[in-house]
């Protein structure tokens, strides 16, 4: 008999486990999923799905639409053709299409729209990125939410949090930041300041950990150097934060199990991947790394521990400033680069030179308007699949819950072109089965990815000498202007694009201007038009336009950040005027 056990496929922190009964989907009670779902899955029955493919307009049926794909790709040369791939859907099974497209020869994607900053500061201070993990942030005494929204993108966190010390450091006053024990609300793109100015206090104060520090961060009185160069009031100033908030900080964390628990907000920015660095340096100076309940969580991999069974060696450019224009076509698969990608102006110039324009995806969107081909995926609850997590550690097995006549499946597709072009697969079985062998049962019978650490770093950092690397230098360039910042975080209603997309620009009510006016929003790269609406959680230099609205990265700068090749969606500032 088919499991009616599944899981959540979406890019999201907690991984869902999931009952289909009668065509309804029910969170389980069991472990994080603790028996509720976020509105994206409460309501995924309720989404049209593209049902039928089409070429240039005209529906067509799912072998033809086959046979355009493959004409297209035999009247272009294998390096014309480009896989552009995005996190539509998180589970493994996804990459399939990426065997076939790299045995073929084809150009596949690097780079990062999502964490890549904040992960590439993560592995040039441990060496590694090993994440802590939510059974562990249960444990600890204090969480420190640093740019992350609970209660939006990783709501399954809220209830192991209740009775904990919650200090939250955030430019807009979120649900979790009305209920903290202490709320920074910290001017934009100044989090490194923050996290340099705290570990010199703790310094100052005899506070850190010296013990810890001498064995596996003996550096850091160079760091403290490093930390000196920051003057102490201008630098408050600067980052509109008290004294009294930094020495409250200390006051709450010190000698306690802290979870500091990041999310992409702080490194959406060129110098991301220091910004995570000097985070890291704070829990290292607290001694915080290799202890139970205690650490930095931001997004690990999902795959970590997990061999791919598919073929991945290929030419690599990358997803955040990608010429289209450099090939005949390009295959889009789970993405909606039209509107998810920086710069969306240069994007759409781009990809317009482009022959063959495929979407493979569930539903309508900026992108599938200007497909010529639209092939529909069958949904997670269509296809079997395997999932696993970038914040905990299990391992969530997701067998097919019903049939449909609508779309095809990614291991299918594949399956046709290998087929074709000759290129040897496995079968379907095989590939999920090679996953479920990297799991094994723990003591309350959940499948969990093996080999991962629940408390890594025990035995100190994974840098050639075991000891973490603090920050030598700092390179920062902060312009003086009277422009306001852009901050783009997630939408409780939308994920990325998919779903309820949000419509407006929110604005603080003091700014003068008025509820549902429309606006031009406007940066070096680009501008949008919105209707305002007001959000006085919000600083009064910050402009909130959500991931997922429309037009909001016409805003957005294509440049990498300067380590992890990351988007940087908050680097450029923005202006707005009345229409
Ligand atoms: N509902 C919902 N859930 C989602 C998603 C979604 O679209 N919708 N997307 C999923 C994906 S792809 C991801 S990557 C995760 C990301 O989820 P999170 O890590 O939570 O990321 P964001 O929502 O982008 O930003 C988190 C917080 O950072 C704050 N922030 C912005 N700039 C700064 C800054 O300079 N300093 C500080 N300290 N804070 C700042 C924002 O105000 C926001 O409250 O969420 C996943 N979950
Ligand atoms: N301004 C701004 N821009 C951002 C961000 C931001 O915070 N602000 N966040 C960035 C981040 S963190 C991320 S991760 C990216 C996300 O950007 P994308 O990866 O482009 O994500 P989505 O917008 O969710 O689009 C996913 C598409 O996948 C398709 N899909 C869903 N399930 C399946 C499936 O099973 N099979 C197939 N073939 N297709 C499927 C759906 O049709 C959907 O349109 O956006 C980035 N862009
Ligand atoms: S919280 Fe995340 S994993 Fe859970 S159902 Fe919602 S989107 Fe899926
Ligand atoms: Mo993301």
């Known amino acids: 008999m088919l499991s009616n056990i599944t899981a959540c496929p979406l890019d999201c922190y907690d991984a869902c486990v999931i009952s289909f009964v009668d065509g309804k989907l029910k969170a389980i009670k069991d472990g994080f999923t603790n028996g509720f779902l976020c509105p994206h899955l409460h309501h995924y029955k309720k989404h049209d799905l593209i049902l039928s493919p089409r070429y240039k307009g005209k529906e067509i049926s799912m072998q033809e639409a086959l046979e355009y794909l493959e004409a297209m790709l035999k009247e272009s040369s294998a390096s014309e053709v480009l896989h552009y791939k995005g996190n539509g859907n998180f589970s493994l099974m996804q990459d399939v299409t990426e065997h076939f497209f790299a045995s073929y020869g084809a150009t596949l994607l690097d780079g990062s729209l999502c964490d890549g900053a904040g992960e590439a500061g993560i592995i040039e201070g441990r060496g590694s990125n090993k994440n802590m993990p939510l059974g562990e942030i249960e444990k600890s005494d204090v969480v420190i939410f640093w740019g992350r929204n609970p209660h939006t993108t990783s709501s399954h966190i809220l209830p192991m949090i209740k009775n904990k010390t919650i200090i939250v450091i955030d430019p807009i006053k979120t649900k979790i930041a009305k209920k903290a024990d202490l709320y920074i609300q910290i001017k934009p793109h100044r989090d490194l300041y923050l996290a340099m100015l705290l570990s010199r206090f703790l310094y100052i104060y005899d506070t850190h950990n010296e013990n810890y520090l001498e064995e596996f961060a003996s550096e850091y009185e160079d760091y403290h150097e490093l930390t000196q160069s920051l003057r102490i009031v201008p630098t408050l100033d600067e980052m509109t934060v008290e004294l009294s908030q930094l020495e409250k900080v200390l006051e709450l964390v010190v000698g306690k199990k802290v979870a500091i628990v990041c999310g992409v907000g702080i490194q959406k920015y060129l110098d991301g991947a220091d910004v995570m660095r000097a985070i890291d340096a704070f829990g290292v100076m607290l001694g915080l790394f290799g202890k139970e309940g205690s650490g930095v969580a931001y997004l690990g991999s999902s795959k970590e521990h997990i061999v791919s069974p598919f073929n991945t060696d290929a030419k690599r450019v990358s997803k955040v ?40 995806g569930l539903y309508e969107n900026e992108t599938s308007e200007i497909a010529d081909l ?31 006549r609508y779309g095809i499946s990614e291991y299918d597709l594949s399956a046709y072109f290998c087929e074709k072009f000759d290129i040897k697969l496995e079968s379907e079985e095989f590939y999920i089965d090679h996953f479920k062998s990297f799991a094994q049962k723990d003591k309350d019978g959940l499948w969990q990815v093996k080999g991962r650490e629940e408390v890594p770093y025990k035995n100190g950092f994974d840098t050639d000498d075991k000891e973490f690397l603090f920050l030598d230098e700092i390179d920062r360039d902060i312009k003086k202007d009277n422009k306001l910042y852009l901050l ?60 997922g609205t429309k037009g909001v990265n016409n805003l957005t700068s294509s440049k990498h950040s300067y380590e992890g090749k990351s988007a940087i969606y908050q680097e450029n500032k923005v202006e707005v005027t009345s229409l």
Do not use: W
């Open 488 to 547: 783009s975080p997630k939408s409780s209603s939308s994920l990325n694009s998919q779903f309820h997309r949000e419509e407006s620009v929110y604005l603080h009510s003091s700014l003068g201007f008025k509820e549902d006016e429309k606006v031009c929003i406007s940066s070096a790269n680009g501008k949008v038009e919105l209707s305002v609406r007001f959000d006085d959680d919000l600083r009064e230099d910050c402009v909130l336009i959500y991931s």
């Open 321 to 360: 400033d990608t010429e289209f224009s450099s090939f005949k076509t390009v295959f889009i698969q789970g993405a909606n680069p039209l509107s998810q990608m920086p710069d969306s102006l240069r994007v759409k110039e781009s990809i317009s030179k482009v022959k063959n324009i495929v979407y493979f």
């Open 374 to 404: 639209i092939i529909p995926a069958k949904s997670f609850l269509q296809k079997s699949d395997v999932r696993t997590s970038y914040s905990h550690d299990a391992m969530n097995f997701m067998p097919k819950q019903e049939e449909s």
